[in-house]
């Protein structure tokens, strides 16, 4: 099983979750991620060359996902560079996914596993805006 995950990085909650079998890219499930009302899409290389879907599900949204820098040996400092700076963002939306610990499917079945997740996911967004009500 594999999760993938739609956090918001200002609030820093999981807006939404998807579970597929191990064997589905990353890219194919990118359109349900995406709630419609996003202003930029982060991500790393795997959602690259996903412009299109990004428009369709969030006109708005502008595409940040991280390029391709090395083409045939040569290295582009400059996409490179680039890239660097669109991982600090993503970094602090990882955080929130760092917050559930994966361990081993638990259950046999996609269903009841991504149950699971789902329970999770709503229990780590209580803990996460908990935690920042004890810290403001």
């Known amino acids: 099983m594999k999760a993938h995950f739609g956090v ?6 999981i807006h939404s979750v998807v579970a597929t079998a191990a064997n589905v890219h990353d890219s194919a499930v990118l359109g349900d991620l995406l709630h419609g ?4 899409a982060w991500g790393d290389q795997a959602y ?4 299109e ?7 708005k949204a ?16 400059a996409e490179r560079a680039r890239n660097r700076k669109k991982s600090k963002v993503r970094s602090r939306v990882e955080h929130v996914i760092g917050v559930i610990k994966f361990t081993k499917v638990r259950y ?12 999770t996911c709503g229990l780590t967004n ?4 908990r935690h920042r009500l004890r810290t403001a």
């Open 53 to 59: 879907i990004i428009k369709e599900k969030a006109p």
């Open 126 to 129: 209580l803990y996460i805006l």
């Open 37 to 40: 009302e996003e202003r930029d």
């Open 8 to 13: 918001d990085r200002r609030a820093k909650v």
């Open 108 to 119: 046999r079945g996609l269903a009841k596993n991504a149950n699971r997740l789902f329970a």
């Open 48 to 51: 690259q060359g996903q412009g």
């Open 62 to 77: 502008r595409d940040r996902t991280n390029r391709r820098y090395r083409h045939r040996g040569v290295v582009n400092e």
